[in-house]
C-alpha cells in the first residue's frame, strides 16, 4: 500500500516560515490535501488539490507537489499555527484509498 | 454552512459493539460520501470506510472487514458506524468526514468533519 512520511516536527519562531514535507513514491502524479489539527479539534482542510485554499484559510498556507516530495508552507507563522499537520492522498489502487500521512507536530518557539 | 454533529462518547467492555451516528445540515446529503476515520491517542488518522448514500453500499479498510458496518438513513441525513468485537486498541476518537471531489479525476479529500466521538474499551 501507498505510504505517506512525514517528519514528526517542525520547529519555527513566529513570523518566520514553516515548510512540512510529505514523502512518497512519485506523489508528484498525486494529487495531496493537507490538514491542520489543533489538541482536541477535528481535523480542518487547509490545503487541497496540491495548492488549493478553501474558504477562510489565510493566504499564508500554500503548497507544493513535485517529484517525491509535497511541501506544506506556512509563511509569517503565528502562535496560532501551532498544531499537527497531516498530509493525504487518494490511491485508487489500495483497499483503504484515503491514505494520510504519519503526522508532523508544528510548535512555534 | 454543512456541518456534522456526531453522537456523543461511549464508554464499552471488551467483546461488545457501538454504534457511533453522524447528522448532517446544510447540504445535500444523499449526493456525498461520508467516511469515517479514527484516531487513536497519540495517534494519527485511520480511515476505516465510507458510503454514498444515495447509493447505500458501503466499502470498507480490509483491516476492519468483518467488524465494521457503515450505514446511511437518507430521511434523517444521519450516517452511522458499528464496530463490533471492541478491543482495548479500538479506544479512539471516530470522526465522520465528508467527501470532496479534486478538480483531477481520482483524488478526493474531506472538506468537512464531525466533532469527534470518544470510544473507549475497557473491562
Known amino acids: 500500500s501507498y505510504v505517506l512520511t512525514q517528519p514528526p516536527s517542525v520547529s519555527v519562531a513566529p513570523g518566520q516560515t514553516a515548510r512540512i514535507t510529505c514523502g512518497g513514491n512519485?506523489?508528484?502524479?498525486?494529487?495531496v490535501h493537507w490538514y491542520q489539527q489543533k489538541p482536541g479539534q477535528a481535523p480542518v482542510l487547509v490545503v487541497y488539490?496540491?495548492?488549493d485554499r478553501p474558504s477562510g484559510i489565510p493566504e499564508r498556507f500554500s503548497g507544493s507537489n513535485s517529484g517525491n516530495t509535497a511541501t506544506l508552507t506556512i509563511s509569517r507563522v503565528e502562535a496560532g499555527d501551532e498544531a499537527d499537520y497531516y498530509c493525504?492522498?487518494?490511491?485508487?489502487?489500495?483497499?483503504?484509498?484515503?491514505?494520510f500521512g504519519t503526522g508532523t507536530k508544528v510548535t512555534v518557539l | 454552512q454543512v456541518q456534522l454533529v456526531q453522537s456523543g462518547a461511549e464508554v464499552k467492555k471488551p467483546g461488545s459493539s457501538v454504534k457511533v451516528s453522524c447528522k448532517a445540515s446544510?447540504?445535500?446529503?444523499?449526493?456525498?460520501?461520508i467516511s469515517w476515520v479514527r484516531q487513536a491517542p497519540g495517534q494519527g488518522l485511520e480511515w476505516m470506510g465510507g458510503?454514498?448514500?444515495?447509493?447505500?453500499?458501503?466499502n470498507y479498510a480490509q483491516k476492519f472487514q468483518g467488524r465494521v458496518t457503515i450505514t446511511a438513513d437518507k430521511s434523517t441525513s444521519t450516517a452511522y458506524m458499528e464496530l463490533s468485537s471492541l478491543r482495548s486498541e479500538d479506544t479512539a476518537v471516530y470522526y465522520c468526514?465528508?467527501?470532496?471531489?479534486?478538480?483531477?479525476?481520482?483524488?478526493?479529500?474531506?472538506?468537512?468533519w464531525g466533532q469527534g466521538t470518544l470510544v473507549t474499551v475497557s473491562s
Open positions: 446544510g447540504g445535500t446529503f444523499s449526493s456525498y460520501a
Open positions: 458510503i454514498i448514500p444515495i447509493f447505500g453500499t458501503a
Open positions: 512519485n506523489i508528484g502524479s498525486k494529487s
Open positions: 493525504q492522498v487518494w490511491d485508487s489502487s489500495s483497499d483503504h484509498p484515503y491514505v
Open positions: 488539490d496540491d495548492s
Open positions: 468526514a465528508r467527501e470532496g471531489a479534486g478538480a483531477a479525476a481520482d483524488t478526493y479529500y474531506f472538506d468537512y
